[in-house]
């Protein structure tokens, strides 16, 4: 461990701008010395991202003095940032080396600042990556720069996963990535690249059976999709991957072959079964706050307060929605939920051990029957104003009652019954060790 640095920021900036970005002939032989030893400059990047983390605690007093004028502060770290991505981008391939590789130093670095003005500073990221990543030309300032930065740490996790280095770092690099996806705009042919990235590794077997690479792999592709307004799809294609690989709960069960994603495997499947509940619940509570905001802006009455007395349309004297308008939301709604609900189907098959995964199915199943409750009552609330109903929500609730309803109640039984304590897995509380 690196104890406290007396060194001051200002001088950490400098050396690190003499050893990766100081092209003066006359200076270079001076610096190949300092630059032959790796040691030397890791130890420079050990005190960077020292103060980088005394910045995000305040801890120092420098660090303290600094955010009194954060113009300053903020200055510092476009500065240090631009070294950090700098090396970053010069870097073709990991080296082979003891210890932490500079390259992934770099990463760390940069994360935390990104972090860093994305708390502080939300309002300057523009500023940020406009003083630390290159513009592009064919593409717009903040979208260009955003872009370019997450093609640089593309490359960097394709080469860390070609050379076998270790996943943590990969998974740093995919959290960048995660990061930077905010500021691409939905619907861009940017965010569609990093889409069609991350979906590409996620069927590579290139991963193997890294659980920790695979969680992330997963949470990374189910938000890029969200933005794109299909996560609940994706999310559906993971449950029946997940399912083939830990099992079905009825041993007579033969299942269909299911690989649509390498990552998910025996290994992995537990990994990944926790992020499909992590974004089921983000998603279920996406959709019941819609609704809530539907019932707000058209809210009947017992008598409705969008008819007179002749039964005449009274809608042009409320500035809301039509019944139309909100037709083609509530199918909107169903074709979400719809793919929810498969994924369920799946999941209340599977077969999955007391404990973490039976609670946590239970608590998405909870989630998904409260929202179609809310979305049904507010439906029928309505029905005097529609002139049909919406096929969509009849279908969704026929599937519930038909398909996933008489699974949920042996899926309880299931879970009431439990399995003795000798036939669980030692390796993971997700799964059956006979399956």
Not at 86 to 96: G, I, R
Not at 97 to 110: A, L, T, Y
Not at 115 to 125: C, D, F, N, S
Not at 261 to 272: C, H, L, R
Request: hydrophobic fraction near 40%; charge should be negative; proline fraction near 4%.
């Amino acid at each position: 461990k690196l104890w406290p640095s007396n060194l001051r920021l200002q001088f950490v900036i400098r050396l690190l701008k003499a050893l990766f970005m100081d092209n003066i002939p006359s200076h270079q032989q001076a610096l190949a010395i300092l630059k032959a030893s790796s040691s030397f400059v890791r130890y420079v990047l050990s005190v960077a991202l020292q103060k980088i983390q005394e910045i995000r605690d305040r801890t120092s007093e420098e660090c303290a003095v600094l955010m009194l004028g954060q113009k300053k502060l903020q200055k510092k770290c476009i500065a240090l940032g631009r070294i950090l991505f700098n090396q970053m981008e010069c870097v073709k391939a990991p080296k082979t080396e003891k210890g932490r590789s500079i390259v992934d130093m770099c990463v760390e670095g940069f994360s935390q600042l990104l972090e860093i003005v994305e708390g502080e500073w939300p309002e300057k990221m523009e500023e940020f990556l406009g003083g630390v990543v290159p513009a592009d030309k064919d593409e717009g300032e903040l979208c260009g720069r955003t872009h370019y930065a997450i093609k640089t740490l593309q490359s960097l996790f394709t080469a860390a996963i070609n050379a076998s280095t270790t996943s943590k770092d990969a998974i740093l690099m995919l959290g960048v990535v995660s990061l930077l996806m905010k500021y691409l705009p939905s619907g861009s042919q940017q965010l569609k690249q990093v889409h069609s990235w991350v979906h590409g590794h996620a069927q590579s077997k290139e991963q193997g059976n890294d659980a920790p690479l695979a969680k992330t792999l997963a949470s990374l592709l189910l938000t890029v999709v969200a933005r794109q307004s299909a996560s609940a799809q994706t999310m559906e294609e993971f449950a029946q991957d997940v399912h083939y690989h830990i099992g079905d709960c009825d041993d007579d069960v033969q299942l269909e072959e299911s690989d649509q994603f390498a990552i998910v495997s025996k290994t992995t499947a537990p990994s990944v079964l926790a992020v499909l509940y992590a974004h089921c619940e983000v998603l279920l509570s996406d959709i019941d706050w819609l609704i809530a905001q539907l019932k707000s802006e058209f809210s009947p009455q017992t008598e409705s307060p969008f008819t007179d007395d002749d039964g005449a349309s009274d809608l042009a004297h409320h500035g809301t929605a039509s019944p139309t308008q909100h037709t083609g939301v509530v199918a909107s709604i169903c074709e979400q939920l719809t793919h929810v609900l498969w994924a369920m189907y799946e999941l209340v098959q599977t077969a999955l051990s007391p404990g973490p995964a039976t609670n946590g199915l239970l608590k998405c199943l909870t989630k998904l029957y409260n929202v179609m409750s809310n979305l049904v009552k507010y439906y029928a609330s309505l029905f005097g104003l529609f002139t049909h109903v919406c096929n969509n929500l009849v279908v969704l609730v026929e599937t519930v009652g038909k398909k996933l309803s008489p699974k949920t109640y042996s899926f309880i039984t299931y879970t009431q019954v439990g399995v003795p304590s000798s036939s669980l897995s030692c390796e993971s509380p997700f799964v059956h060790a006979d399956h």
